[in-house]
C-alpha cells in the first residue's frame, strides 16, 4: 500500500492543532493509502510545541520536527519534504484554510500518474480587498517580469510525488527561494485542482504587509534578471527625454533668445539621481542573494525530532 505524507508548517498554532488533526485524522482515515502526519514547529512561541508532542506521544503516525528558532514557512516546507518518506507529499497550513477535506481528490490524481498536483485557489472568504488586490497584481507582475509562467491564485497546498520530491531535495537548495514556483515549474505531469479556501480555524495570518512585500521582491528576483536591465531601458529613455530637451532648448533659443535653464537643469538632475539610485538598488539586491548563497549557511537547524528514525538524504 502507498504512502502519502502530510507537511504542516507550524507557528504559533496552539488552538487550531486539536481541530486540524482531527478533522485531517478522519479524512486520512477513509483513503486507501497509508500516512504520516510530519508536523514542522517552526519556533513556535505560544504552546504549539507542547500540543504537537502530545499528538506524537499518543499517534505513532504523527511526526514531529522542531527546529532551534524560527526559520519562516518556506523553511519548514523544505525541512518536511526532506525528512518526508511517503510516496506522495502533500504540503498545508494548520489552520484548515487548506481544506484536509482535499486530500482524497489529491490522491485520486496521484493514482492517475500525475507528478505534481497543483492547488489553485478559487475564492477566500477571510482575505481583505488589499490582500486581495495585491495578491492579484503581484501574480501579474511576476509573470510579465520572469522567465516561466506561474498560476495566478496558486498557494502553499500542493501535492509532490517522490519523483518530484527528490529533485526538490537535491537540485533547488537557494536561500532565498520560492518553493510554490519550484513545484509549478519541475515539469512531470502536472494537474491544477480548485478549491475554496477554508475559514481560518483560530488565530490569525503571519504574513503583515511587510514581509509579503519582501516575499514579493524575493520572488521576482530569483525568477527574472529583466530588473538589472533596466540600466540599459533607463538609459535609452534618459538619452531620449535628454534629446528631446535639447530639442526644446533650441526652439526657445530661436523664438525668445537664451532661456533661464535652471528649473530645466533641476528636474534633469533629480530624474537622472532617481534612477541611478534605483537601478543601484536593485543591484544590492541581488548581491545580497548572491552574498546569501555564498555564505551557505543552513536553511533551517532541527532541534530534536520526535517519532522520525529516517536519516534526512541531502
Not at 508532542?53 to 519534504?81: T, Y
Request: charged share 20%.
Amino acid at each position: 500500500m502507498k504512502t502519502v505524507t502530510i507537511v504542516v508548517s507550524v507557528y504559533n498554532e496552539e488552538e487550531a492543532l486539536p481541530e486540524f488533526y482531527r478533522v485531517t485524522k478522519e479524512v486520512l482515515e477513509q483513503v486507501d493509502w497509508e500516512y504520516e502526519l510530519l508536523f514542522v514547529n517552526d519556533g513556535s512561541r505560544d504552546g504549539s510545541l507542547a500540543v504537537l508532542q502530545h499528538l506524537a506521544e499518543n499517534d505513532d503516525r504523527v511526526k514531529l520536527i522542531s527546529f532551534s528558532r524560527n526559520f519562516g514557512h518556506e523553511a519548514a516546507m523544505i525541512a518536511g519534504l526532506d525528512y518526508s518518506s511517503g510516496d506522495m507529499v502533500i504540503c498545508m497550513d494548520a489552520d484548515l484554510q487548506h481544506p484536509p477535506q482535499c486530500i482524497p481528490e489529491i490522491l485520486q490524481a496521484a493514482e492517475a500518474g500525475y507528478d505534481v498536483v497543483n492547488m489553485v485557489r478559487t475564492k477566500n472568504s477571510s482575505a481583505g480587498f488589499l490582500k486581495r488586490i495585491t495578491s492579484a497584481g503581484f501574480y501579474k507582475v511576476i509573470n510579465a517580469l520572469a522567465d516561466v509562467s506561474f498560476e495566478e491564485n496558486a498557494s502553499d497546498f500542493f501535492a509532490v510525488s517522490r519523483k518530484a520530491v527528490e529533485v526538490l531535495k537535491h537540485s533547488y537548495r537557494e536561500k532565498v527561494r520560492f518553493l510554490r514556483g519550484y513545484v509549478q515549474n519541475l515539469g512531470f505531469k502536472r494537474i491544477n485542482l480548485e478549491y475554496e479556501a477554508g475559514v481560518r480555524v483560530a488565530g490569525k495570518s503571519k504574513y503583515s504587509m511587510k514581509k509579503l512585500f519582501t516575499f514579493a521582491v524575493n520572488t521576482i528576483l530569483c525568477f527574472s534578471n529583466l530588473p538589472l536591465k533596466l540600466g540599459i531601458y533607463a538609459g535609452i529613455f534618459s538619452g531620449a527625454l535628454g534629446f528631446l530637451v535639447m530639442i526644446y532648448t533650441i526652439w526657445t533659443w530661436t523664438q525668445v533668445g537664451t532661456p533661464d535653464g535652471y528649473a530645466t537643469i533641476v528636474v534633469l538632475l533629480c530624474f537622472m539621481f532617481a534612477m541611478l539610485f534605483l537601478i543601484v538598488g536593485i543591484i544590492g539586491e541581488y548581491i545580497a542573494i548572491l552574498f546569501s548563497e555564498l555564505k551557505d549557511r543552513p536553511i533551517y537547524i532541527v532541534d530534536f525530532t520526535t517519532n522520525i528514525v529516517q536519516k534526512r538524504d541531502r
